[in-house]
């Protein structure tokens, strides 16, 4: 592939992302490699913002004219008082990952959750009608979870501790008029539910690296008309993944999420298609994962 040259000059817009900690992202290599590719004249860099900071630099972007701005841990949810326009969903999740500089205008979205829903789409995953369960109810559990709400039939959430379950189900019933339940994850519960499931997502870090012999369902609780979908990125097929397969689920790992979540920023602010696949090489190459 022949990437385009470029060079920092009096022209160049800022694209960035805020957060604390930054260091570890891997959102510059990403963004740097698809927007040099489209010979775009931006330049993407990650800013270690504290919290008692968050003003100042959503100040700073509108003083600067930064044209776009990724939102990461702790700021999330923080950070939307100070928009001028939250797409609804994200306003009812309490959280967002993407600003745009509309002309002055600070208008927010979140894309981790679009960028979940659109990874199942492109895997071929049916969503319409069907009954999910997630394991684990935590911050990827709960956005994936209110995008979803309003396409299934049934969201069970759970937890190994009951009440953060029920709480998150009881709050996006509220918010979104789903039909959706909170439970306590144990096995019993997982052999009373798995039949009536068709879409299984891990949302929890079991299998993530170093731990990869774990996973958080047996192998033999699976069954083959399952769509397993494991957050997880590293390792890219976590045991749960490779154990699914082996039993005829289709699958989808977590580095699509990651990616797309980029792809569906990157469209609102740029107007164009990046090449997702040199996206997604960027992270697998940063991360020293082999495919
Ligand atoms: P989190 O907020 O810590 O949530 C994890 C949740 O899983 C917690 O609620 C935890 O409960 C629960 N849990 C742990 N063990 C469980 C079990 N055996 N059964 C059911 N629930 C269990 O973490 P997160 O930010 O949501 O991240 C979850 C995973 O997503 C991580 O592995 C992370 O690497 C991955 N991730 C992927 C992407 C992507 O783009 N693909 C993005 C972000 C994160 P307690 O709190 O009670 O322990």
């Known amino acids: ?6 060079a920092i000059s009096g022209t160049t817009k800022i694209f960035c992302l805020i957060g604390h900690p930054v260091e570890h992202s891997m959102s510059p290599t990403m963004w740097n490699a698809a927007l040099q590719e489209l010979g775009l004249d931006y330049t993407y ?11 100042n630099a959503i100040k700073s972007m509108r003083a600067l004219g930064i044209k776009g701005m990724n939102v990461t841990i702790p700021h999330k949810e923080a950070v939307i008082k100070y928009m001028d326009e ?3 969903v994200a306003m009812k999740m309490g959280a967002i990952n993407t600003i745009k500089n509309d002309n002055g205008v600070l208008k927010a979205r979140n894309t981790d959750a679009g960028g979940a829903l659109k990874s199942l789409i492109e895997a071929g995953c049916k969503i319409s009608g069907k009954n999910v369960l997630f394991l684990g109810s935590g911050g990827v559990a709960r956005s994936v979870a209110y995008i979803l709400s309003n396409k299934v039939n049934k969201i ?3 937890d190994i501790v009951e009440k953060n379950a029920l709480s998150v189900a009881n709050e996006i019933k509220k918010n979104m008029g789903a039909n959706i339940e909170g439970k306590l994850a144990n096995l019993e519960m997982l052999k009373k539910t798995i039949n009536d499931i068709d879409i299984l997502i891990n949302a929890t870090p079991i299998g993530m690296h170093p731990k990869i012999d774990n996973t958080p369902i047996p192998k033999e609780l699976l069954h083959e008309d399952l769509f397993v979908f494991d957050v997880i990125y590293n390792p890219l097929k976590t045991k749960l993944l490779k154990e699914a397969s082996e039993i005829g689920c289709k699958t989808l ?14 469209e609102w602010w740029t107007g164009k298609n990046p090449n997702s696949t040199l996206m997604k090489s960027k992270i697998i190459e940063f991360l020293g994962l082999r495919q």
Do not use: K, P, R
């Not at 592939?1 to 470029?6: D, G, K, R, S």
């Not at 790992?253 to 990157?266: I, R, S």
């Open 156 to 158: 069970i959430l759970t």
């Open 1 to 6: 592939m022949i990437l385009m040259t470029f």
């Open 253 to 266: 790992g977590g580095l699509d999420m990651l990616v797309n979540q980029g792809v569906l920023a990157f």
């Open 86 to 88: 939250v797409e609804e």
């Open 45 to 55: 860099v990650a800013f270690d913002v504290e919290s008692n900071n968050l003003e």
